[in-house]
């Protein structure tokens, strides 16, 4: 899937960028002083729950930036965002969101550029199971709702929707 990413990556729209690019300049300077770092889609995450594949989110919140081995991380974003692409998408709906569940991704968000929309899930525990969480949607955020849109993980931490999607015609 790697290969996949890599080749995908090669034909996105500059509109996908400017959103990562927005978020994470935006929260960034935000979260600096703390313990917790952003990142864009440079950094590779590896778990055990998906064989140590590389993983590369298109933003992550991590606040276990030591927890690493060479050039990957090892322990878990709080917040991980994926900014939708027609080659990716589906990958991002299903796979990608499958794994950040188990391993425990607290807040994940789906954001289509091309709608500006943005879909924000936080993990909530399985009414029917003691050790499984669910994704469960907490808001889909657009132009008409766009007070809504906030970091659940950071409540300190602010960006609106304008800032979001900054650039984007």
Request: with cysteine.
């Amino acid at each position: 899937m790697e290969r996949l990413q890599m080749k995908d990556m090669a034909n996105t729209f500059i509109e996908h960028s400017m959103v990562i690019n927005n978020f994470v300049t935006t929260i960034g300077n935000q979260l600096k002083s703390s313990l917790c770092r952003v990142f864009g889609d440079s950094v590779k995450y590896k778990w055990a729950e998906n064989g140590n594949k590389p993983v590369i989110p298109d933003v992550s919140i991590n606040c276990d930036i030591k927890n690493r081995r060479s050039t990957n991380f090892l322990g878990v974003p709080r917040l991980i965002i994926e900014v939708l692409s027609d080659a990716t998408e589906q990958y991002d709906r299903n796979e990608k969101m499958e794994l950040y569940k188990k391993v425990e991704v607290a807040e994940y968000w789906i954001v289509d550029w091309r709608k500006k929309q943005v879909e924000i899930y936080l993990l909530s525990p399985d009414e029917n199971s003691i050790d499984n969480a669910e994704y469960r949607l907490i808001s889909t955020v657009t132009e008409e709702n766009k007070n809504d849109l906030k970091i659940y993980m950071f409540p300190n931490a602010k960006i609106d929707f304008e800032q979001l999607f900054d650039g984007v015609d």
